[in-house]
């Protein structure tokens, strides 16, 4: 059991920074492996950038690379997600997800922050 708040999420103009962070709670979160997800509205939810439980290993979806960093730090019990060079098309609510690292499916989500980004 684990819950996922996420936090940093706001207006911005194209090619500035936003950093979010999602905050866990529980003793258990270096065992998890950690997720940044978002849903455009109308869109389907899609992946953004995936970590380990200790962080030596990370994966971003195309559209992010090299724009996008995910990073944690187990003491904190936080992930974080700094944005960089933010686009329009990257306006969202962004959720942070919890699973198992052999686990099939991210069982634990965040609320979601909204992520909006002005031409």
């Known amino acids: 059991q684990v819950q996922l708040v996420e936090s940093g999420g706001g207006l911005v103009q194209a090619g500035g920074s936003l950093r979010l962070s999602c905050a866990a709670s529980?003793?258990?979160?270096?065992?998890?492996?950690m997720g940044w997800f978002r849903q455009a509205p109308g869109k389907e939810r899609e992946f953004v950038a995936t970590?380990?439980?200790?962080?030596?290993?990370?994966s971003y979806a195309d559209s992010v690379k090299g724009r996008f960093t995910i990073s944690r730090d187990n003491a904190k019990n936080t992930v974080y997600l700094q944005m960089n060079s933010l686009r329009p098309e990257d306006t969202a609510v962004y959720y942070c997800?919890?699973?198992?690292?052999?686990?099939?499916?991210?069982?634990?989500w965040g609320q979601g922050t909204q992520v909006t980004v002005s031409s």
């Open positions: 997800a919890a699973k198992l690292p052999l686990g099939v499916q991210y069982d634990y």
């Open positions: 970590i380990s439980r200790g962080g030596s290993r990370t």
């Open positions: 529980g003793r258990t979160f270096s065992t998890y492996d």
